[in-house]
């Protein structure tokens, strides 16, 4: 019997190119985040995807989404976005990761994409990806880091 594939993705993974995550035929989208700017253009932007507010940096707020996911029997894929030039957005992400990591165990062949921003926190994840590869490929999860220049801030106007 198949099951709907099932994609989690946080807030910040709205600014990448969502064209691969429209719903196919089954699918499961789900956006957990808990700005409500970005939460609304998520149901704009993703019809059908279903949102979950969460607070990453809350390890009960991560349980309770890894719930919903477990309840849903499991992770396919989970797209993770951050910006490095912050240590606590890195150690959330990292955070997240050990949370869903049961759930991407049920179905062999998931996988993790980070799309993460340059800066100093980078070289702490890639630490923590590196003391899990081994793990990962054993769970037969694939794990995809890219890696986005900084993009300027823009000033705010007066």
Do not use: Y
Not at 41 to 63: C, H, K, Y
Not at 76 to 100: H, K, P, W, Y
Not at 117 to 134: C, H, K, T, Y
């Amino acid at each position: 019997m198949s099951h709907a594939t099932v994609t989690l993705l946080n807030e910040a993974a709205l600014d990448l190119p969502l064209d691969q995550l429209r719903r196919a035929d089954g699918a499961v989208v789900i956006v957990a985040g808990s700005s409500l700017v970005r939460m609304t253009l998520a149901e704009l932007s993703l019809p059908g995807a279903q949102m979950i507010w969460t607070d990453f940096r809350q390890s009960a707020s991560l349980r309770h989404l890894h719930g919903v996911i477990r309840d849903l029997g499991g992770l396919d894929r989970l797209v993770l976005a951050g910006n490095a030039q912050d240590g606590e957005a890195m150690f959330s992400l990292m955070c997240a990761i050990l949370t869903f990591l049961p759930s991407l165990r049920r179905k062999p062949g998931s996988e993790v994409v980070l799309a993460i921003q340059e800066g100093p926190a980078l070289e702490s994840l890639r630490a923590f990806l590196q003391r899990l590869d081994g793990r990962m490929a054993q769970d037969r999860i694939r794990v995809l880091l890219q890696i986005q220049p900084q993009r300027p801030t823009q000033p705010v106007a007066a």
